[in-house]
C-alpha cells in the first residue's frame, strides 16, 4: 500500500526566505506526483504536476523536483512571501491504473512566513 | 487550470438525515471523478472512483450503502451521505480528472452532524 510522508509537518520562516518542502513515497511505481496548496477550510489548489518520465517542473516562485526510484520529491519556494501562508500537499497516482486512479496524499506541510 | 465546482460548501444537518454533495465539472469533460474525505489534521483519503455511466468503486471500509454515488453524466457527479450520524461530519471533497491526469479539485463541502 502506498505511503506518501512530508518532512517537515510544520515550518515558519521570515519573509523573502527561500524554503524546501519534502516528500516520499514508498512504491516508486507512481504515474504522476502533484504538489497542492490548502488554505484553511478551502480546497485544493493544483501548484505543479510531474508526469512520472520527468524530473521538474517550474512555474514561476515554485519548483519541483521528482526522482521516481528513491521515491522523493521536493517543493522549493523562492523568496518567500506572507502569501504563501498555507498547507502544502503532497500527492501520487498510481502507475497501474494508466492515470485513472486517484491519489495518495501526505499529510501535509504547514508554512507560516512571517512578514 | 480546469475549474471544478463543489456545492454546498458547508451543510448542517439533523443525525438520522440525508445530505446530497454535487461536483460538477465547468469547462471540460470529467472522465473520472473522486470523492475524498478529511479529517482534521489528517490527509485526504480517497472514498470512492466513479466513472460515467457506471457504478463507482468503492476504498476497502467505505460502504456504499451509506456513501452513494451517481456520475449521471461527464460533467456531475453526486455524493449522498445517506442517515448521517456525527461521526460523518468531516470535509468532503471531490476532484475531476479528463483527459489530462491532473487533478482539480472542488471547494470541498464541510458536513456537520447534529
Known amino acids: 500500500k502506498q505511503e506518501v510522508t512530508q518532512i517537515p509537518a510544520a515550518l515558519s520562516v521570515p519573509e523573502g526566505e527561500n524554503l524546501v518542502l519534502n516528500c516520499s513515497f514508498t512504491?516508486?511505481?507512481?504515474?504522476?506526483l502533484q504538489w497542492f496548496r490548502q488554505d484553511p477550510g478551502k480546497g485544493l489548489t493544483s501548484l505543479l504536476l510531474?508526469?512520472?518520465?520527468?524530473r521538474e517542473q517550474t512555474s514561476g516562485r515554485l519548483n519541483a523536483s521528482l526522482d521516481k526510484s528513491s521515491g522523493r520529491s521536493t517543493l522549493y519556494i523562492a523568496a518567500s512571501q506572507p502569501g504563501d501562508s498555507a498547507t502544502y500537499l503532497c500527492?501520487?497516482?498510481?502507475?497501474?491504473?494508466?492515470?485513472?486512479?486517484?491519489?495518495?496524499f501526505g499529510k501535509g506541510t504547514h508554512l507560516i512566513i512571517q512578514p | 487550470g480546469a475549474v471544478v465546482s463543489q456545492h454546498p460548501s458547508w451543510v448542517i444537518c439533523k443525525s438520522g438525515t440525508s445530505v446530497k454533495i454535487e461536483c460538477r465539472s465547468l469547462?471540460?469533460?470529467?472522465?473520472?471523478m473522486f470523492w475524498y474525505r478529511q479529517f482534521p489534521k489528517q490527509s485526504l483519503m480517497l472514498m470512492a472512483t466513479?466513472?460515467?455511466?457506471?457504478?463507482?468503486?468503492?476504498e476497502q471500509g467505505v460502504e456504499k450503502d451509506k456513501f452513494l454515488i451517481n456520475h449521471a453524466s461527464l460533467t456531475l457527479s453526486t455524493l449522498t451521505v445517506t442517515s448521517a450520524h456525527p461521526e460523518d461530519s468531516s470535509f468532503y471533497i471531490c476532484?475531476?480528472?479528463?483527459?489530462?491526469?491532473?487533478?482539480?479539485f472542488g471547494q470541498g463541502t464541510r458536513l456537520t452532524v447534529v
Open positions: 510531474i508526469q512520472s518520465s520527468q
Open positions: 476532484s475531476a480528472t479528463g483527459q489530462v491526469t491532473e487533478a482539480f
Open positions: 512504491d516508486s511505481a507512481i504515474y504522476n
Open positions: 466513479s466513472n460515467e455511466g457506471s457504478k463507482a468503486t468503492y
Open positions: 469547462d471540460f469533460q470529467a472522465t473520472t
Open positions: 500527492a501520487v497516482r498510481p502507475g497501474s491504473g494508466g492515470g485513472a486512479d486517484g491519489l495518495t
